[in-house]
């Protein structure tokens, strides 16, 4: 299996614009999860989904933010619009059941806003 | 809501020699998971070792063990012979068995080693 995917590894963008991360989750798994990680705040969940369902977004740090997941093999990030404080990595993450207890991580995507 | 903490931002450890890295983490639950996590330089996370509430005895992989002291809340990673490899930030994470499949990660160590 090739992991979970994410695309793209870097994104650099001017604030006010709109970004889309994307996500390919692990085949067959049922959760799929969104991380962002700075400096100041560390790793912190933003949203996660069961079966494609949001079940958590308590973390979204705003409305700017929304997270999609049409199908079970596909998820995107949006900021809309984004400003400076949005830099920061963002990891998606996806694991195999309720019992599974490894979530398997992304690479990330680095995002830089100026 | 549960909170982890790690009290090291940094460590340094010999080639070959050990470290010990601590967490603690506050929770009103009795049944949990815990993991430590590794991110190198290339942000990949990487799954160490995990620990079960319930089970008494310490996990073990290889060169990684912890001690868990489920009193105290405390959650210690020790790396033996360490390896110019092990260079890289360390999470430790709770995970609630009862409140959803989500991660509560801490502040991070990071680990040097010296050769």
């Known amino acids: 299996d090739a992991g979970v995917i994410q695309s793209p590894r870097h994104e650099v963008t001017e604030m006010g614009q709109e970004v889309t991360l994307r996500c390919k989750p692990i085949?067959?798994?049922?959760?799929l999860f969104w991380y962002r990680q700075t400096m100041m705040r560390g790793l912190e969940l933003l949203i996660y989904?069961?079966?494609?369902?949001?079940?958590?977004d308590s973390g979204m740090p705003e409305d700017r933010f929304s997270a999609k997941m049409p199908n079970a093999s596909f998820s995107t990030l949006k900021i809309q619009p984004s400003e400076p404080r949005d830099s920061a990595v963002y990891f998606c993450?996806?694991?195999?059941?309720?019992?599974?207890?490894?979530?398997?991580f992304g690479p990330g995507t680095r995002l830089t806003v100026t | 809501a549960q909170t982890v903490t790690q009290s090291q931002p940094e460590m340094s450890v010999q080639e070959a020699e050990t470290v010990t890295l601590s967490c603690t983490y506050d929770t009103s639950e009795s049944d949990y998971y815990l993991f430590w996590y590794k991110q190198p330089p290339s942000r990949q996370m990487i799954l160490v070792i995990r620990?079960?509430?319930?089970?008494?005895q310490n996990a073990t992989e290889n060169r990684f063990s912890v001690n868990f002291q489920k009193a105290a809340k405390s959650f210690s990673l020790k790396i033996s012979d360490s390896q110019l490899g092990d260079a890289a930030m360390y999470f430790c994470a709770y995970r609630s068995k009862a409140a959803g499949n989500k991660l509560t990660f801490g502040g991070g160590t990071r680990v040097l080693v010296k050769p």
């Open positions: 085949s067959g798994h049922d959760y």
């Open positions: 620990q079960e509430a319930y089970k008494q």
């Open positions: 993450a996806s694991s195999l059941d309720f019992t599974s207890y490894e979530q398997y």
């Open positions: 989904f069961n079966n494609n369902v949001p079940i958590d």
